[in-house]
């Protein structure tokens, strides 16, 4: 068992989980990380920790459950505040990646899903292409203002907003190579094309940023499951 | 800190704004409120300070940081657990409940309007053993304080009561719900929300007025 019973529950294909797991990476803090196959039955672990939205992740710690994946990066970085600083210092950069990370999970995530999903009309999906695209030229420029000329959105090592945004970058990975199309790229957005060499090969990164192929993999399967269990006559097949 | 450092641009209808207000009256921080009537053009203030969503509320402050521990007391508590579940129920109300009482506002249909009326109770069900076991007994979610989760929910209190009065019934009701009713009586007179939380007749008031404007517009 991890020191001080620290226990992620979470999937390895989830973006969200691997907020958590990132956090306590980079605070080098050890826990025991259970799988839940959430889109078939949901663990009584799972369910008894979080009770109200029964998702992962959820982190537990000394027995107490503590959900949603920001919530918990924020919970990690003030717990274990002796190891490097995961949101930064000062109240107004603070208040900047806080707003940046609402903004990615409530408005470019939802882009990325859109993308992710089957579409019947050509006209929707170049809608969602282009909405996508213009979502990350604004984070590419956000970039540019956060890092301060440095590697990361926090600076000289990895902060918020690089685990917030980072988390999804097997996502669009998996989307470049399904649509044989370039999102994160030199040209388009240069900054998030160093930033992303940067994020992936740092030593809380590489280790738990989820394979390509083996999401590609996951999201063929997983698309399946969904769509089986669907009772809507249009089922989109691969 | 002089009124000249903080701007506050924003509704005196928008329980966001209102959030806001409450938080700079918990730390006795005077401040510049700027009004803007977002339904009509917005000001170009308020497109310079916030063009990525161009809304409201937009707390401008000028160089000098507010330390939190000099200026009156926390709003959030000081244990990372329960600054963890103070986070948790505040995005619990923006994110799912609170929508849907605007949902309820928007559908016609009596058997949605049900569905969602289930869903609004079954929240505040939920919002109601958040109550007990957040305030340990005491009077606030934050406990003896005024907190980041009574100004989170508190906000809405308006709003809430509209909803009351539009659809007939009472959502924090003393029987059903003791402690959230005990909390709201105790939370609208309280300093840092009393001259905030607008009243509901001019909550509807003004409501009345944006869905004429939204249908002489078309």
Request: aromatic fraction near 10%.
């Amino acid at each position: 068992m991890a020191s001080d019973g620290v226990k992620v529950l979470g999937a390895w294909a989830s973006p969200f989980a691997l907020r958590a797991r990132i956090a306590l990476n980079i605070k080098s803090v050890a826990y025991d990380f259970q799988e839940e196959n959430f889109l078939v039955t949901k663990s009584d672990l799972l369910l008894k920790s979080n009770p109200v939205c029964k998702k992962i992740p959820v982190l537990i710690h000394r027995d107490k459950p503590i959900c949603e994946s920001l919530i918990i990066v924020q919970y990690v970085d003030e717990v274990w505040a002796s190891g490097p600083a995961i949101l930064p210092s000062d109240p107004y950069d603070r208040a900047i990646a806080r707003f940046w990370a609402t903004y990615i999970d409530n408005k470019w995530y939802p882009c990325l899903r859109a993308i992710l999903l089957p579409h019947r009309e050509e006209a929707k999906k170049t809608a969602a292409l282009e909405e996508f695209n213009h979502e990350l030229a604004l984070l590419d420029d956000t970039f540019i203002k956060c890092s301060k000329g440095q590697k990361f959105f926090g600076g000289d090592k990895i902060g918020y907003l690089d685990i917030t945004f980072g988390s999804f970058l097997g996502w669009i990975r998996v989307l470049e190579k399904m649509g044989n199309i370039s999102f994160i790229d030199e040209s388009k957005t240069p900054n998030l094309f160093k930033w992303a060499q940067h994020f992936s090969a740092d030593d809380a990164i590489k280790d738990v940023l989820p394979e390509t192929d083996k999401l590609l993999e996951n999201n063929v399967h997983n698309r399946r499951v969904l769509e089986c269990s669907l009772l809507a006559n249009t089922i989109d097949h691969m | 800190m002089a009124k000249g450092d903080v701007q506050l641009l924003g509704a005196w209808s928008s329980p966001f704004t209102n959030r806001v207000q409450m938080a700079l009256n918990l730390k006795s921080i005077d401040y510049e409120f700027i009004e803007v009537n977002f339904y009509s053009n917005k000001s170009e203030s308020l497109l310079k300070a916030n063009p990525v969503h161009k809304t409201i509320p937009v707390l401008i402050h000028d160089e000098k940081p507010i330390s939190w521990t000099k200026n009156g007391q926390p709003i959030l508590p000081s244990d990372p657990y329960d600054r963890a579940i103070a986070r948790f129920w505040a995005a619990y109300i923006d994110e799912k409940w609170f929508p849907l009482l605007k949902e309820l506002g928007k559908e016609s249909g009596d058997e949605t309007k049900a569905a969602i009326m289930r869903k609004i109770f079954e929240g505040v069900g939920l919002l109601e053993a958040a109550f007990v076991k957040c305030s340990k007994g005491k009077e606030f979610f934050g406990g003896d304080n005024v907190g980041y989760v009574d100004i989170v929910l508190g906000c809405f209190l308006g709003w809430i009561k509209v909803t009351e009065s539009m659809a007939g019934l009472k959502l924090f009701d003393e029987t059903r719900t003791p402690g959230l009713a005990g909390w709201a009586e105790r939370f609208v007179s309280h300093n840092a929300a009393k001259d905030i939380v607008p009243e509901p007749h001019k909550l509807i008031e003004f409501y009345m007025m944006v869905q004429a404007a939204k249908a002489s517009t078309g």
